[in-house]
């Protein structure tokens, strides 16, 4: 894994947005939800992925802006379905996804790097 670069994948959702009625992708605001999907991508990639969440209901100064995250930014937060998925700070799905999805947008990823 020497020499591998860090893949940082960032969640960004909004829990005061409307949901799904359906099962629509992964349950983000799960807490026990996000530590399985962290625990199966370090199982899967080691080190190599790290995994951020952000909810925007939460509290905490700066909005999006407050996550340094210049895509957003640029394109502006109305422009995005929620949840929000980026490799490295660039937008790479909008709205919902599941697992599967997610770990193909990481391989490409690696794909890509290497």
Same mark, same amino acid.
């Given at each position: =894994?020497?020499g591998?670069?860090? *893949?940082?994948?960032? *969640?960004?959702?909004?829990?005061?947005?409307?949901?799904?009625?359906?099962?629509?992708?992964?349950?983000?605001?799960?807490?026990?939800?996000?530590?399985? =999907?962290?625990?199966?991508?370090?199982? *899967?990639?080691? $080190?190599?992925?790290?995994? $951020?969440?952000?909810?925007?209901?939460?509290?905490?100064?700066?909005?999006?802006?407050?996550?340094?995250?210049?895509?957003?930014?640029?394109?502006?937060?109305?422009?995005?379905?929620?949840p929000?998925?980026?490799v490295?700070?660039?937008?790479?799905?909008?709205?919902?996804?599941?697992?599967?999805? =997610?770990?193909?947008?990481?391989?490409?990823? *690696?794909?890509?790097?290497?």
């Amino acid at each position: =894994m020497a020499g591998q670069k860090l *893949i940082r994948i960032t *969640i960004v959702d909004d829990s005061r947005g409307e949901k799904c009625e359906g099962r629509c992708g992964l349950d983000l605001s799960s807490p026990e939800e996000r530590q399985d =999907m962290a625990e199966l991508l370090r199982k *899967i990639y080691g $080190d190599r992925v790290q995994l $951020d969440y952000h909810d925007l209901g939460d509290p905490f100064p700066g909005g999006v802006e407050g996550l340094h995250l210049p895509a957003l930014e640029e394109a502006g937060s109305d422009t995005w379905q929620f949840p929000l998925l980026l490799v490295n700070g660039r937008p790479r799905i909008s709205g919902y996804f599941d697992l599967r999805l =997610m770990q193909n947008v990481i391989q490409a990823e *690696i794909e890509m790097t290497e």
